[in-house]
């Protein structure tokens, strides 16, 4: 019986705003004063006339007409067959004005974030919450401590103005970083990898040195990123906190708990009966090469590019693929699915956020467009094409359903960033010092195109560059880019100064996976003074010289990241080819680096050059072309200064070789030292004269061991090289001790 009543009570419940009803044949509304009733109607989707309405249907207007934002308070009733709606309008925003903020751009963007809007519904409620919002953006940009008072001034009864006074205060900077827990890596190295910067005094203009939720969100994924590529698959960064110190510094502290470091154990693929499993048997080769070694996602993802590649060789579509990745001890499996997707179209690209950057610039790096068949891998390598142009702060797609089932709509969300970028450096060292400027635009015009303009000044030199990147050019669908260059040398110890200037234009493109081509054309003007202190030959070789070359090369880059590579190699070949010139020459390098990490304790890499100039027909090179190796490729050896010489003077060679071996110990200091170390062996030569076979041209190799510092002082990064030559010519200047001081801030 108990149970009985139960159930009658709860049916009576649920029923009852349907029990009570009354006929409604009038309308009546009260209390508006800026909505007209025919809106307030159809905003609270009001039934016909002469109609039952209940209790219902009335919960269902006022709810209507709160989600509106239109009205502070809704009282309806029912009174002889007329519905009476009594309203208090909320009063209108007439202007939102900022306080305190110069940057336009700042502006727009605190009325953008925030939920109050002019000419909108004045919600009182909705002030702390967009005050928030404000204090969260800047601090996003530095500003921790930042202050927003609000004030608002009434107008009249319906109409307000609001003005946020902000106090930015002082730009909150990074005063230490610091790592804690199972690092496993080198605070050094770890301080590499993420963008935030300790603050110091010759970084005054980075921004990076700001403390920014953003910006070490981005931090802790960078760090997460690096320990995986080396095999720490189940890094956890678990935080990344600030403590206050004042009001304008912080220090900044990560934890990590790098885990167990995997290798790759057993790799299969498992194809769709759809397709002929032979066409993937090659992938077998490529699991080969990578079983054994430490877990990387860029080796896993260079086993997806292979798979790309087998699809479009075969012209495969509505294909799908994934990976599935099994843990087993401290090893892991891979399994690589190869299944047929979905038959579907794309209906529709929408690209949204774009306020700057032009349309058609997006468009053309997608893969997909509107008729092609959708499939996730092209809008991924779409999505990952628009990343890195280095032009957008953000990227995100979301794919929803078209008119047909068959057809889908794309939305790809544009987040611009700043583009613009300038810095200078200064070096000092015991071959002298240099001063460098750059001012560099990444999207000129809102069309993707770069403008760049770069100044050097060191004691023998000027030089000045300009350039401009088109990376879409219509004609090639590739980049092309122009430069103008200037450079003035000023030897008075060689007997001699010259002043160049150079126009060109190149293109480049990847021609195969990992095979990148350039193509280019050059013209320049070369002014060759000498004086009385010159020698003999090189007075014969003054004058003015105009020169019209074609150059190409190809690259083959198969490292593991391109930013401290512990694996891979890179190979490069460019040749410079005579159309016209008054002096005609042919002008061929050779490069080659190679990564490899033996341990944690142990990175090793081996980089050779080899490089040749020679004249046609016969043509002498004069001085301003000649070969000469930096200090970088031939340690413990001034710059320059070996090879031929000419009444003392090292004139350069028509040949340049080097190679470079290198180990560098991340941990064989301990890491209070903000040190790393390096031992090094160099092998190198310069040799070859053609203008005068009198002179003395040694071709002895010369070579050379030591030990390499890299230190981040007080007073800036300095590195120090000492090294000890084994073997040399008698004409060499030797440098047994060599250190340079610099930052680009």
Do not use: C
Not at 106 to 130: C, G
Not at 376 to 388: E, V
Not at 521 to 538: C, G, I, K, Q, R
Not at 663 to 672: H, K, R
């Amino acid at each position: 019986m108990l149970r009985l009543k139960f159930i009658f009570v709860t049916v009576f419940l649920l029923f009852s705003n349907n029990l009570f009803a009354e006929i409604v044949n009038k309308i009546e509304i009260n209390g508006n004063k800026r909505i007209s009733p025919e809106t307030i109607k159809v905003y609270g989707q009001i039934k016909s006339l002469n109609s039952n309405f209940t209790d219902g249907d009335i919960n269902n207007i006022l709810t209507n007409l709160y989600e509106t934002n239109f009205f502070k308070d809704i009282s309806i009733e029912i009174k002889d067959n007329t519905l009476i709606i009594t309203l208090v309008e909320y009063p209108l925003i007439n202007q939102i004005i900022i306080i305190g903020e110069a940057n336009s751009g700042i502006k727009k963007q605190i009325k953008d974030t925030i939920s109050l809007k002019e000419k909108s519904s004045f919600i009182r409620n909705n002030l702390n919450n967009d005050i928030n919002l404000i204090k969260k953006l800047y601090s996003s940009i530095g500003y921790k401590f930042a202050k927003i008072e609000s004030k608002i001034r009434k107008i009249d009864q319906n109409n307000f103005d609001i003005a946020l006074e902000i106090s930015k205060g002082e730009l909150t900077k990074i005063k230490k970083i610091f790592f804690i827990g199972d690092k496993k890596i080198k605070e050094r190295r770890l301080r590499d990898v993420i963008v935030s910067e300790e603050s110091k005094f010759w970084k005054i203009i980075s921004k990076n040195t700001r403390f920014s939720e953003n910006q070490i969100s981005f931090d802790k994924r960078l760090l997460k990123n690096y320990y995986k590529s080396l095999g720490y698959y189940d890094v956890d960064i678990s935080s990344a906190q600030a403590e206050v110190l004042n009001t304008s510094d912080v220090n900044l502290t990560f934890s990590i708990n790098a885990g167990k470091r995997f290798t790759f154990n057993k790799i299969e693929t498992v194809v769709d009966s759809t397709f002929d499993k032979s066409i993937f048997y090659p992938l077998e080769k490529s699991y080969k090469k990578i079983i054994g070694d430490y877990y990387s996602p860029s080796k896993v993802t260079n086993v997806l590019k292979e798979i790309d590649e087998i699809i479009t060789k075969n012209n495969l579509q509505f294909v799908e693929h994934e990976v599935d990745e099994t843990i087993i001890n401290d090893e892991i499996n891979l399994k690589f699915n190869i299944r047929e997707g979905a038959k579907i179209l794309v209906e529709r690209i929408n690209i949204k956020g774009n306020n700057v950057t032009n349309e058609s610039v997006i468009r053309s790096e997608l893969l997909l467009d509107e008729g092609d068949p959708f499939t996730n891998l092209n809008l991924d390598k779409s999505i990952s094409k628009l990343k890195s142009r280095d032009i957008f702060k953000s990227v995100k797609r979301e794919v929803i359903q078209g008119s047909k089932n068959d057809l889908k709509i794309i939305d790809i969300y544009i987040e611009e960033k700043p583009t613009g970028e300038i810095s200078a450096g200064a070096g000092v060292g015991t071959n002298g010092g240099t001063l460098a400027f750059n001012i560099r635009e990444n999207n000129w015009l809102g069309e993707g195109k770069r403008v760049g303009i770069d100044f050097e000044l060191s004691e023998e030199s000027l030089k000045g560059q300009l350039t401009y990147t088109n990376p879409n050019y219509d004609l090639l669908g590739n980049s092309i880019s122009y430069n103008l260059k200037n450079t003035s040398n000023d030897k008075p110890d060689q007997g001699y100064k010259n002043s160049i200037i150079a126009i060109g234009a190149a293109t480049g493109f990847e021609q195969y996976e990992n095979i990148f081509a350039n193509l280019g054309v050059n013209l320049s003007y070369d002014d060759l003074e000498t004086t009385s202190n010159a020698s003999s030959s090189l007075q014969k070789q003054s004058g003015q010289f105009a020169e019209l070359s074609g150059t190409y090369g190809f690259k083959y880059d198969q490292r593991d990241r391109s930013f401290m590579p512990t694996s891979g190699s890179i190979l490069s070949f460019n040749q410079s080819l005579p159309i016209y010139a008054d002096k005609p020459f042919i002008d061929n390098s050779v490069m080659a680096s190679f990564y490899n990490s033996f341990s944690e304790n142990y990175i090793g890499s081996s980089k050779f050059l080899l490089s040749a100039i020679n004249g046609v027909n016969n043509e002498n090179v004069r001085i301003s072309k000649r070969k000469s190796l930096s200090s970088r490729r031939l340690r413990g050896f001034e710059r320059g200064k070996i090879g031929p010489v000419d009444s003392n003077d090292h004139i350069g060679g028509n040949y340049a070789a080097s190679a470079n071996f290198d180990l560098s110990l991340p941990n064989f200091l301990p890491e209070s030292t903000n040190t790393d170390v390096s031992l090094f062996l160099d092998f190198g030569s310069v040799w070859g004269v053609d203008y005068d076979h009198t002179i003395d041209d040694s071709r002895k190799l010369r070579s050379s061991t030591g030990l390499s510092a890299s230190w981040i002082s007080p007073i800036g990064p300095m590195t120090f090289t000492f090294a000890q030559d084994l073997s040399k010519a008698e004409t060499d200047v030797t440098e047994s001790f060599n250190f340079n001081l610099g930052t680009t801030f």
